[in-house]
T-cell receptor
Framework: EAGVAQSPRYKIIEKRQSVAFWCNPI?????LYWYQQILGQGPKLLIQFQNNGVVDDSQLPKDRFSAERLKGVDSTLKIQPAKLEDSAVYLCASSLGAGPNEQFFGPGTRLTVL | AQKITQTQPGMFVQEKEAVTLDCTYD???????LFWYKQPSSGEMIFLIYQGSYDQQNATEGRYSLNFQKARKSANLVISASQLGDSAMYFCAMREGGGGTSYGKLTFGQGTILTVHP
């Protein structure tokens, strides 16, 4: 079974530029999560999708971050414009449902904002 | 208040010895789950073990066991017979239940870096 795929693995941009990350969850997984992990800290949930609907985006900085999951499968996370403090690893995870199911994580995208 | 606290920034252990990584949590929800993840230098989060709040027995998965003390709100991870490949960052996480909109969301601690010496 293929795992959670993310691309790109690394991205370097200058502040005020825009960037987009892509995630393909495990086939059949209805729930998809985007986490932000700043160096030296644990991951923090940015947004949770159930199929193509948003369940929780309370910690998503909506003035600059946006995410979509149009067909309930792939998802993209966008930052526009990027700030220095957005430098982090962005992890995508998926699970069968939102209940007591293990979350499977992708390899992450490491973003550096200069 | 921190929901998940890992007080050990770093731990060292000799190969083949056992090590305990500490985790305390804070919730008023009677239904919750506790997770441990391993994050090697490659960055991927690897699920290790899960303990539900209503589980009577401590969870075990191979060399990993979870020392669950509900009254003390602690969920320590015990790794027996450490191996060099166990060197990594370890995160404790909690998922609160209740069926609310945040059901499924994991809240992570700050992590503990484990170094296994030969």
């Amino acid at each position: 079974e293929a795992g959670v795929a993310q691309s790109p693995r690394y991205k370097i941009i200058e502040k005020r530029q825009s960037v987009a990350f892509w995630c393909n969850p495990i086939s059949g997984h209805a729930t998809l999560y985007w986490y932000q992990q700043i160096l030296g800290q644990g991951p923090k949930l940015l947004i949770q999708f159930q199929n193509n609907g948003v369940v929780d985006d309370s910690q998503l900085p909506k003035d600059r971050f946006s995410a979509e999951r149009l067909k309930g499968v792939d998802s993209t996370l966008k930052i526009q414009p990027a700030k220095l403090e957005d430098s982090a690893v962005y992890l995508c995870a998926s699970s069968l449902g939102a209940g007591p199911n293990e979350q499977f994580f992708g390899p992450g995208t490491r973003l550096t904002v200069l | 208040a921190q929901k998940i606290t890992q007080t050990q920034p770093g731990m060292f252990v000799q190969e083949k010895e056992a090590v305990t990584l500490d985790c305390t949590y804070d919730t008023s929800d009677p239904s919750y789950g506790l997770f441990w993840y391993k994050q090697p230098s490659s960055g991927e989060m690897i699920f290790l073990i899960y303990q539900g709040s209503y589980d009577q027995q401590n969870a075990t998965e191979g060399r990993y066991s979870l020392n669950f003390q509900k009254a003390r709100k602690s969920a320590n991870l015990v790794i027996s017979a450490s191996q060099l490949g166990d060197s990594a960052m370890y995160f404790c996480a909690m998922r609160e239940g209740g069926g609310g909109t945040s059901y499924g969301k994991l809240t992570f601690g700050q992590g503990t870096i484990l170094t296994v010496h030969p």
